[in-house]
């Protein structure tokens, strides 16, 4: 005997997924960078502002000379730049200090910039502007550029600088003031150090954050890891606990499925047992013909085989019925299988010639197998004919209570059956009446597939006198019977 065939496990990839390093990853994706732009920002602004600072002294430079050169022609033709009163900060005065000031003119010849005055500063030296820089000085007369130039001992100015045409001149003379940027450059260095290490910090923060802020809001998930387990582990019937609305659906699911499992497993026992009713008689009825060697022993057991086969297979057919009940997608038009059995129950009965009312819904489905409402309508409809006096009704209307449910309502003119039978008529097997045909199976397989569907069956008193049969069954909710 082959052995059996062992259910398929998860593969590793698909049990190392991880809901949190998703949530966090994703959430990363858009903060790092914007982190990093903001330390980046932050850097930019802060250079920015910190030249802003050391460029003001500058213009104000700038301004001075240009406030205080005049112009002296010579007999020659020539003209001599003056400076009658030079800019008051002392470090003008000492030897690279690190604070300069120049008044350029450029020689037309040799293209070449030539220092006319500058600070005592400068020991020597002169400021060598770009190329670029120089170009559009002296094409747009009165520009102010702030830019980065070269000093004595080669260092790194942040120079202020600035075009005029003086009286008695034909070509524009550069007026320029600079400062030794290394200090502000190490400061803007250290703030961005600073900036990138607060930003480091804060990205680890966020991120520790963010897998809090997840595993807290998935902790309600895990708890209800830890309930299912509960209930695998047969420690608990049912999946217990608070969740939140968007979880909560999921537990009652859940603890639909674990009830709909263990209904399925009662309603195998009782289909066994059902079984078992129905093959008890037919069984003593072989043993006693055969204890008594009649005759007619051959046609009898033929007969009792015939309905044992029969309760067999009826009995078969519930138990598949009951077991697809909860996850059939199926969907049935509750008014045609009512008319269709009508119209077959009309021609069986058609001696007692049965006045048929009905009202029935257009448009209305059953969430559910056709061939198990075929059977729930059938039973109830062939238990009116058969009792009714003449009149039966059929009514398929919304279920007042439930939205999602439908009333399929069945009622004759018969006898009727007592308060106190009611609930015996729907036990299997059990027949109120031995002088009528059937198995008395009728109401408890129509009660076994409402609950099935979890649904119902309630018997009561029609407006004739006889039986009325509700039967309340989901309905499809889109409309769609088809």
Same mark, same amino acid.
């Given at each position: 005997?082959?052995?059996?065939?062992?259910?398929?496990?998860?593969?590793?990839?698909?049990?190392?997924?991880?809901?949190?390093?998703?949530?966090?990853?994703?959430?990363?994706?858009?903060?790092?960078?914007?982190?990093?732009?903001?330390?980046?920002?932050?850097?930019?602004?802060?250079?920015?502002?910190?030249?802003?600072?050391?460029?003001?002294?500058?213009?104000?430079?700038?301004?001075?000379?240009?406030?205080?050169?005049?112009?002296?022609?010579?007999?020659?033709?020539?003209?001599?730049?003056?400076?009658?009163?030079?800019?008051?900060?002392?470090?003008?005065?000492?030897?690279?200090?690190?604070?300069?000031?120049?008044?350029?003119?450029?020689?037309?010849?040799?293209?070449?910039?030539?220092?006319?005055?500058?600070?005592?500063?400068?020991?020597?030296?002169?400021?060598?502007?770009?190329?670029?820089?120089?170009?559009?000085?002296?094409?747009?007369?009165?520009?102010?550029?702030?830019?980065?130039?070269?000093?004595?001992?080669?260092?790194?100015?942040?120079?202020?600088?600035?075009?005029?045409?003086?009286?008695?001149?034909?070509?524009?003379?550069?007026?320029?003031?600079?400062?030794?940027?290394?200090?502000?450059?190490?400061?803007?260095?250290?703030?961005?150090?600073?900036?990138?290490?607060?930003?480091?910090?804060?990205?680890?923060?966020?991120?520790?954050?963010?897998?809090?802020?997840?595993?807290?809001?998935?902790?309600?998930?895990?708890?209800?890891?830890?309930?299912?387990?509960?209930?695998?582990?047969?420690?608990?019937?049912?999946?217990?606990?608070?969740?939140?609305?968007?979880?909560?659906?999921?537990?009652?699911?859940?603890?639909?499925?674990?009830?709909?499992?263990?209904?399925?497993?009662?309603?195998?026992?009782?289909?066994?047992?059902?079984?078992?009713?129905?093959?008890?008689?037919?069984?003593?009825?072989?043993?006693? &013909?055969? %204890?008594?060697?009649?005759? $007619?022993?051959?046609?009898?057991?033929?007969?009792? =085989?015939?309905?044992? #086969? +029969?309760? !067999?297979?009826?009995?078969?057919?519930?138990?598949?019925?009951?077991?697809?009940?909860?996850?059939?997608?199926?969907?049935?038009?509750?008014?045609?299988?009512?008319?269709?059995?009508?119209?077959?129950?009309?021609?069986?009965?058609?001696?007692?010639?049965?006045?048929?009312?009905?009202?029935?819904?257009?448009?209305?489905?059953?969430?559910?197998?056709?061939?198990?409402?075929?059977?729930?309508?059938?039973?109830?409809?062939?238990?009116?004919?058969?009792?009714?006096?003449?009149?039966?009704?059929?009514?398929?209307?919304?279920?007042?209570?439930?939205?999602?449910?439908?009333?399929?309502?069945?009622?004759?003119?018969?006898?009727?059956?007592?308060?106190?039978?009611? &609930?015996? %008529?729907?036990?299997?097997? $059990?027949?109120?009446?031995?002088?009528?045909?059937? =198995?008395?199976?009728? #109401? +408890?397989? !129509?009660?076994?597939?409402?609950?099935?569907?979890?649904?119902?069956?309630?018997?009561?008193?029609?407006?004739?006198?006889?039986?009325?049969?509700?039967?309340?069954?989901?309905?499809?909710?889109?409309?769609?019977?088809?």
């Amino acid at each position: 005997m082959a052995e059996p065939r062992k259910p398929k496990l998860p593969t590793q990839a698909e049990v190392t997924r991880s809901l949190v390093g998703r949530l966090v990853r994703a959430a990363a994706l858009w903060a790092l960078p914007l982190l990093a732009l903001t330390a980046f920002a932050l850097s930019w602004l802060y250079r920015n502002s910190t030249y802003q600072i050391i460029e003001e002294p500058l213009v104000e430079t700038v301004t001075s000379l240009l406030a205080h050169t005049d112009t002296i022609p010579q007999s020659d033709g020539e003209t001599i730049i003056d400076l009658n009163r030079e800019p008051l900060d002392p470090r003008f005065q000492r030897a690279l200090s690190g604070l300069y000031w120049e008044i350029l003119s450029r020689d037309e010849q040799t293209k070449q910039l030539r220092s006319e005055i500058n600070s005592r500063s400068l020991y020597g030296a002169t400021i060598k502007l770009p190329v670029s820089a120089v170009e559009r000085l002296m094409t747009e007369p009165g520009l102010e550029l702030r830019t980065s130039a070269t000093g004595a001992d080669s260092e790194s100015l942040r120079v202020v600088a600035r075009s005029i045409i003086l009286p008695n001149m034909d070509r524009p003379v550069i007026m320029v003031a600079g400062i030794n940027q290394a200090p502000a450059n190490r400061a803007v260095r250290r703030f961005a150090l600073l900036a990138i290490g607060l930003v480091a910090a804060l990205t680890l923060g966020l991120i520790g954050a963010i897998i809090l802020q997840v595993r807290l809001g998935l902790q309600p998930l895990f708890d209800l890891r830890e309930r299912v387990a509960d209930v695998r582990e047969g420690r608990q019937a049912q999946v217990l606990g608070k969740y939140p609305q968007e979880i909560a659906p999921l537990a009652l699911e859940l603890n639909s499925l674990i009830a709909h499992n263990r209904d399925i497993v009662e309603r195998a026992r009782t289909h066994v047992s059902n079984l078992a009713h129905a093959l008890k008689t037919p069984l003593a009825v072989l043993q006693n &013909d055969a %204890a008594a060697k009649d005759p $007619e022993l051959a046609a009898s057991v033929t007969k009792q =085989t015939e309905n044992m #086969l +029969a309760q !067999v297979n009826q009995h078969l057919a519930r138990a598949r019925a009951a077991a697809r009940a909860q996850t059939t997608t199926a969907r049935s038009d509750i008014a045609k299988a009512v008319n269709d059995l009508t119209r077959t129950l009309e021609k069986i009965y058609r001696d007692k010639s049965v006045a048929v009312d009905l009202a029935l819904a257009e448009n209305v489905g059953f969430r559910g197998e056709k061939t198990d409402l075929d059977d729930m309508i059938g039973n109830l409809l062939d238990n009116a004919f058969k009792w009714s006096a003449g009149r039966v009704s059929a009514r398929v209307e919304s279920d007042p209570e439930r939205s999602d449910f439908v009333r399929i309502i069945i009622g004759d003119d018969g006898p009727g059956i007592s308060q106190e039978l009611r &609930d015996q %008529a729907r036990l299997r097997g $059990e027949r109120l009446d031995e002088t009528m045909p059937g =198995t008395g199976f009728g #109401l +408890a397989i !129509v009660d076994d597939l409402a609950r099935a569907y979890q649904g119902e069956l309630i018997l009561g008193k029609s407006s004739w006198g006889g039986l009325e049969a509700i039967l309340r069954l989901p309905r499809v909710q889109d409309g769609r019977v088809t």
